[in-house]
T-cell receptor, first 116, second 114 residues
Framework: GAVVSQHPSRVICKSGTSVKIECRSL??????MFWYRQFPKKSLMLMAT?????????EQGVEKDKFLINHASLTLSTLTVTSAHPEDSSFYIC????????????FGSGTQLSVL | AQSVAQPEDQVNVAEGNPLTVKCTYS??????LFWYVQYPNRGLQFLLK??????LVKGSYGFEAEFNKSQTSFHLKKPSALVSDSALYFC????????????FGGGTRVLVKP
């Protein structure tokens, strides 16, 4: 089956620093990747839709200058949390859809970000 | 706008008993419906989906779900629950005509007791 690799799985950083999270589709091409944030009360929130070669589409209320998304290739999307603050601490999950029409999303294993 | 509701925060069931996790949805067009499971500190794993066709969809690990258009529901079921089924379950919907956005329900924690 298709595999999406997300790295790192866990990161602790100081307030004010930036953190980059990578999402790779290992055995398929993904023109579209999605970034979700999971809050402590468990609900998943779509942050942005990342399309290869173009700017990401951010959901309402998500700061695009704070959460930088780059989808430079068909197998890699990155989320950079800039100038992280403790309230950015959360579980971030990426997902990808195959290039060919396929309704199923494949999810990364998630990244637990803790900002001190 | 599309939305998903999972009315139960937690479902407790004894091992061997039937398990049902409820989900209702709202979309303006035809729905694509999904169930995902999340084990502790892990990403989401796909269980099953409904796109078109038979209303009863069979998925991974013995789970199934029934699409009910009149009740706008897509409840997840398993005839005999296992302790290893204890996890967080998410229902999701995508409006077939509304692009890529997948909207998740709030999740239901399932606890299967031995």
């Amino acid at each position: 089956g298709a595999v999406v690799s997300q790295h790192p799985s866990r990161v602790i950083c100081k307030s004010g620093t930036s953190v980059k999270i990578e999402c790779r589709s290992l055995d398929f091409q993904a023109t579209t990747m999605f970034w979700y944030r999971q809050f402590p009360k468990k609900s998943l929130m779509l942050m942005a839709t990342s399309n290869e070669g173009s700017k990401a589409t951010y959901e309402q209320g998500v700061e695009k200058d704070k959460f930088l998304i780059n989808h430079a290739s068909l197998t890699l999307s990155t989320l950079t949390v800039t100038s992280a603050h403790p309230e950015d601490s959360s579980f971030y999950i990426c997902s990808a859809r195959r290039t060919a029409t396929n309704e199923k999303l494949f999810f990364g294993s998630g990244t637990q970000l803790s900002v001190l | 706008a599309q939305s998903v509701a999972q009315p139960e925060d937690q479902v407790n069931v004894a091992e061997g008993n039937p398990l049902t996790v409820k989900c209702t949805y709202s979309v303006s067009g035809n729905p694509y419906l999904f169930w995902y499971v999340q084990y502790p500190n892990r990403g989401l794993q796909f269980l099953l989906k409904y796109i078109t066709g038979d209303n009863l969809v069979k998925g991974s690990y013995g789970f199934e779900a029934e699409f009910n258009k009149s009740q706008t529901s897509f409840h997840l079921k398993k005839p005999s629950a296992l302790v290893s089924d204890s996890a967080l379950y998410f229902c999701a919907v995508r409006d077939a005509a509304a692009g890529n956005k997948l909207t998740f329900g709030g999740g239901t924690r399932v606890l299967v007791k031995p």
